[in-house]
Nanobody, 122 residues
Protein backbone atom coordinates (compact mmCIF):
# COMPACT_ATOMS: atom_id res chain seq x y z
CA UNK A 1 0.00 0.00 0.00
CA UNK A 2 1.11 3.53 -0.74
CA UNK A 3 0.44 6.52 1.48
CA UNK A 4 0.41 10.06 0.12
CA UNK A 5 0.51 13.09 2.39
CA UNK A 6 0.00 16.63 1.10
CA UNK A 7 1.06 19.82 2.83
CA UNK A 8 1.42 23.51 2.08
CA UNK A 9 -2.14 24.62 1.56
CA UNK A 10 -3.56 27.75 3.13
CA UNK A 11 -5.13 31.14 2.63
CA UNK A 12 -3.51 33.61 0.27
CA UNK A 13 -4.54 36.82 -1.45
CA UNK A 14 -5.04 36.96 -5.20
CA UNK A 15 -1.70 37.35 -6.94
CA UNK A 16 0.13 35.50 -4.21
CA UNK A 17 1.97 32.19 -4.20
CA UNK A 18 1.84 28.86 -2.43
CA UNK A 19 3.93 25.71 -2.69
CA UNK A 20 2.27 22.34 -2.19
CA UNK A 21 4.23 19.23 -1.29
CA UNK A 22 3.33 15.56 -1.52
CA UNK A 23 5.31 12.76 0.10
CA UNK A 24 4.82 9.13 -0.90
CA UNK A 25 5.67 6.27 1.44
CA UNK A 26 5.01 2.56 1.80
CA UNK A 27 5.25 0.00 -0.97
CA UNK A 28 5.67 2.40 -3.85
CA UNK A 29 5.79 1.01 -7.41
CA UNK A 30 9.15 0.89 -9.13
CA UNK A 31 8.41 3.91 -11.28
CA UNK A 32 5.23 5.90 -11.28
CA UNK A 33 3.54 8.99 -12.56
CA UNK A 34 2.38 11.53 -9.99
CA UNK A 35 -0.22 14.22 -10.39
CA UNK A 36 -2.18 17.02 -8.78
CA UNK A 37 -5.92 17.37 -9.02
CA UNK A 38 -8.31 19.83 -7.43
CA UNK A 39 -11.94 19.89 -6.46
CA UNK A 40 -13.99 22.97 -5.73
CA UNK A 41 -17.30 22.73 -3.82
CA UNK A 42 -20.03 21.28 -6.01
CA UNK A 43 -17.66 20.52 -8.86
CA UNK A 44 -15.87 17.48 -10.20
CA UNK A 45 -12.26 16.67 -9.44
CA UNK A 46 -10.19 18.29 -12.18
CA UNK A 47 -6.71 17.63 -13.48
CA UNK A 48 -4.14 20.28 -12.60
CA UNK A 49 -0.69 18.90 -13.46
CA UNK A 50 1.22 15.63 -13.74
CA UNK A 51 4.82 14.52 -13.97
CA UNK A 52 6.65 11.42 -15.11
CA UNK A 53 8.99 9.36 -12.94
CA UNK A 54 12.05 11.02 -14.46
CA UNK A 55 10.52 14.48 -14.29
CA UNK A 56 11.17 15.03 -17.97
CA UNK A 57 7.51 14.90 -18.97
CA UNK A 58 5.12 17.39 -17.40
CA UNK A 59 1.56 18.25 -18.33
CA UNK A 60 -0.65 21.11 -17.19
CA UNK A 61 -4.28 22.07 -17.40
CA UNK A 62 -4.74 25.10 -19.64
CA UNK A 63 -6.08 27.08 -16.69
CA UNK A 64 -2.78 26.87 -14.81
CA UNK A 65 -0.19 26.92 -17.60
CA UNK A 66 2.41 29.60 -17.05
CA UNK A 67 1.41 30.03 -13.39
CA UNK A 68 1.95 26.59 -11.81
CA UNK A 69 5.07 24.43 -11.92
CA UNK A 70 5.18 20.75 -11.01
CA UNK A 71 8.40 19.04 -9.98
CA UNK A 72 9.74 15.96 -8.22
CA UNK A 73 12.38 15.75 -5.58
CA UNK A 74 15.69 13.98 -6.09
CA UNK A 75 14.39 10.97 -4.19
CA UNK A 76 11.45 10.76 -6.64
CA UNK A 77 8.97 9.98 -3.88
CA UNK A 78 8.20 13.63 -3.31
CA UNK A 79 6.35 16.01 -5.58
CA UNK A 80 5.79 19.73 -5.49
CA UNK A 81 3.42 22.23 -7.03
CA UNK A 82 4.61 25.82 -7.10
CA UNK A 83 1.57 28.03 -7.59
CA UNK A 84 2.12 31.66 -8.57
CA UNK A 85 -0.24 34.45 -9.57
CA UNK A 86 -3.06 32.73 -7.75
CA UNK A 87 -6.64 33.62 -8.57
CA UNK A 88 -9.86 33.17 -6.60
CA UNK A 89 -10.84 30.51 -9.17
CA UNK A 90 -7.92 28.43 -7.94
CA UNK A 91 -9.70 27.93 -4.62
CA UNK A 92 -10.21 24.20 -4.08
CA UNK A 93 -9.04 21.15 -2.21
CA UNK A 94 -5.86 19.98 -3.91
CA UNK A 95 -5.14 16.26 -4.07
CA UNK A 96 -1.93 14.41 -4.72
CA UNK A 97 -2.21 11.21 -6.74
CA UNK A 98 0.22 8.50 -7.81
CA UNK A 99 0.60 5.45 -10.04
CA UNK A 100 -1.35 5.85 -13.23
CA UNK A 101 -1.25 4.72 -16.83
CA UNK A 102 -2.61 8.07 -17.98
CA UNK A 103 -1.43 11.47 -16.86
CA UNK A 104 -4.65 13.43 -16.87
CA UNK A 105 -7.40 10.94 -15.96
CA UNK A 106 -8.28 10.89 -12.29
CA UNK A 107 -9.89 7.47 -12.48
CA UNK A 108 -6.66 5.87 -13.63
CA UNK A 109 -4.67 6.84 -10.52
CA UNK A 110 -4.39 4.12 -7.90
CA UNK A 111 -3.41 6.15 -4.85
CA UNK A 112 -4.66 9.43 -3.43
CA UNK A 113 -3.82 11.74 -0.59
CA UNK A 114 -6.35 13.28 1.77
CA UNK A 115 -6.16 16.70 0.17
CA UNK A 116 -5.09 20.14 1.29
CA UNK A 117 -7.25 23.25 1.14
CA UNK A 118 -6.14 26.22 -0.93
CA UNK A 119 -8.17 29.40 -0.56
CA UNK A 120 -7.46 32.49 -2.64
CA UNK A 121 -9.16 35.68 -1.52
CA UNK A 122 -9.94 38.53 -3.87
Amino acid sequence: QVQLVESGGGLVQAGGSLRLSCAASGRTPGTYIMGWFRQAPGKERDFVAAISWSGITTLYADSVKGRFTISRGNAKNTMYLQMNSLKPDDTAVYYCAADSARYTQARSYNYWGQGTQVTVSS
